[in-house]
């Protein structure tokens, strides 16, 4: 059974940081490209960022370059995203995905 459970997600003050991160099992997780996605309250889902299999390529969404850092350990199957700089804008439900699964989402908040 293909599970991804995320975690890290909370109400962080504007210009604060956080790490998410995303558990996987059920599939093998060192041969699929991962992706962090997100949805703000009515608005779609966007890519945020993410990586290939290996690590080696990276891409993000205009909005996060230079703010927020995709990373993945194949030996541990997580997926992480650490977020720098975090502005209001980036309040959303933060989705991990691979292998064609979602999970369910963590909140994350950003607000005085």
């Known amino acids: 059974q293909v599970q991804l459970v995320e975690s890290g997600g909370d109400l962080v003050q504007p210009g604060g940081s956080l790490r998410l991160s995303c558990a996987a099992s059920?599939?093998?997780?060192?041969?699929?490209?991962m992706s962090w996605y997100r949805q703000a309250p009515g608005k779609e889902r966007e890519l945020v960022a993410g990586?290939?299999?290996?690590?080696?390529?990276?891409n993000y969404a205009d909005s996060v370059k230079g703010r927020f850092t995709i990373s993945r350990d194949n030996a541990k199957n997580m997926l992480y995203l650490q977020m720098n700089s975090l502005k209001p804008e980036d309040t959303a439900v933060y989705y991990c995905?691979?292998?064609?699964?979602w999970g369910q989402g963590t909140q994350v908040t950003v607000s005085s």
């Open positions: 995905v691979g292998s064609g699964v």
């Open positions: 059920g599939f093998a997780f060192s041969n699929e490209r």
């Open positions: 990586i290939s299999a290996g690590g080696t390529f990276i």
